[in-house]
């Protein structure tokens, strides 16, 4: 089983950047095909980058493309989520989650193991 912890998350005026870390314990990160998700206030929580096991792939919503991305680094055991050109309409809860083999792809929500979020709060 593996143990998740984001950090990085803070209040950011729109046009600024933040860097999430997602740090994982327990198992060998090398293991997990690994997620970044978010949840807005009443909303659905969204899946919105992830990335193979040896970072070869990855993947982002629309939404994000061009502004975030996604890199991880086996050997430090963590995950990270660049994010550039922040909108406040990125405000949510950050959730890191990893997965031995997702049932619905990289891209879908079911992912076996959680983080506990991080907030990030742009302001406009």
């Known amino acids: 089983q593996v143990q998740l912890v984001e950090s990085g998350g803070g209040l950011v005026q729109a046009g600024g950047s933040l860097r999430l870390s997602c740090a994982a314990s327990?198992?060998?990160?090398?293991?997990?095909?690994m997620g970044w998700f978010r949840q807005a206030p009443g909303k659905e929580r969204e899946f919105i980058a992830g990335i193979t096991k040896y970072g070869r792939n990855t993947y982002y919503v629309d939404s994000v493309k061009g502004r975030f991305t996604i890199s991880r680094d086996n050997a430090k055991n963590t995950v990270y989520l660049q994010m550039n050109s922040l909108k406040p309409e990125d405000t949510a809860i950050y959730y890191c989650?990893?997965?031995?083999?997702?049932?619905?792809?990289?891209?879908?929500?079911?992912?076996?193991?959680w983080g506990q979020g991080t907030q990030v709060t742009v302001s406009s």
């Open positions: 989650a990893a997965d031995n083999a997702p049932r619905g792809g990289v891209t879908g929500t079911s992912y076996d193991y």
């Open positions: 327990g198992r060998t990160l090398s293991l997990y095909v």
